[in-house]
């Protein structure tokens, strides 16, 4: 199971760092990654880290989000700076147990679990 945390309301220029715990069993061998679903849009990629600490970023978010993870809690993260009205989202967490995640990061095929998703709002 993950569960996401953190979301809420914030303006432009201002920071969030978002959290997924991870919980019925050991996601430190799997590796872990970052989408949103804005009103109206499909899901896409942000950001994934392999179980060896591989970072994978999309264009539009590189040089502001940064992801990170702590085994030894079960949690990934994701600090996301100088947010813009663009970001706002659904953020979702999701886990991939097969080496194909660590191979395309960006693919929401390659992940095996995902979380309900935290509301992001950034205004103007």
């Known amino acids: 199971q993950l569960v996401e945390s953190g979301g809420g309301l914030v303006q432009a220029g201002d920071s969030l760092r978002l959290s997924c715990a991870a919980s019925g069993r050991t996601f430190s061998n799997y590796a872990m990654g970052w989408f949103r679903q804005a009103p109206g849009k499909e899901r896409e990629f942000v950001a994934a880290?392999?179980?060896?600490?591989?970072?994978y970023y999309a264009d539009s978010v590189k040089g502001r989000f940064i992801i990170s993870r702590d085994n030894a809690k079960n949690t990934v993260y994701l600090q996301m700076n100088s947010l813009k009205p663009e970001d706002t989202a659904v953020y979702y967490c999701?886990?991939?147990?097969?080496?194909?995640?660590?191979?395309?990061?960006?693919?929401?095929?390659?992940?095996?679990?995902w979380g309900q998703g935290t509301q992001v709002t950034v205004s103007s």
């Open positions: 999701a886990a991939g147990g097969r080496g194909i995640a660590s191979v395309t990061p960006r693919v929401e095929g390659s992940y095996d679990y």
């Open positions: 880290i392999t179980w060896n600490g591989i970072t």
